[in-house]
């Protein structure tokens, strides 16, 4: 079994940046590729990006060059480097694997944007 716990969320204003983590425990062997993804009040939830371990990154077109996914093997973490923010991007954030395991969606994380 494998626990995801997403942290860093919080309120920003508009072209502000926040930095999410996402600490995995657990089984993470399984898991080839990780991702985020974003859910906004009434609305489906969405894939904003997914790296493959030591391999590429990608992204949605509404965050491409805003938004960094980054690594730390050592400490089983992903990183989302939130950049330029836009209240548009205001939605719960969540990491899992890619594709995502259902059991492994966690709390997620508020990220807010706001004047």
């Known amino acids: 079994q494998v626990q995801l716990v997403e942290s860093g969320g919080g309120l920003v204003q508009p072209g502000g940046s926040l930095r999410l983590s996402c600490a995995a425990s657990?089984?993470?062997?399984?898991?080839?590729?990780m991702s985020w993804y974003r859910q906004a009040p009434g609305k489906q939830r969405e894939l904003v990006a997914v790296?493959?371990?030591?391999?590429?990154?990608n992204y949605a077109d509404f965050v491409q060059g805003r938004f960094i996914m980054s690594e730390d093997n050592a400490k089983n973490t992903v990183f989302l480097q939130m950049n330029s923010l836009k209240p548009e991007d205001t939605a719960v954030y969540y990491c899992n694997g890619a594709p995502p395991f259902e059991a492994y969606w966690g709390q997620g994380t508020q990220v807010t944007v706001s004047e």
């Open positions: 790296a493959i371990r030591g391999g590429n990154t």
């Open positions: 657990g089984s993470t062997s399984s898991i080839y590729a």
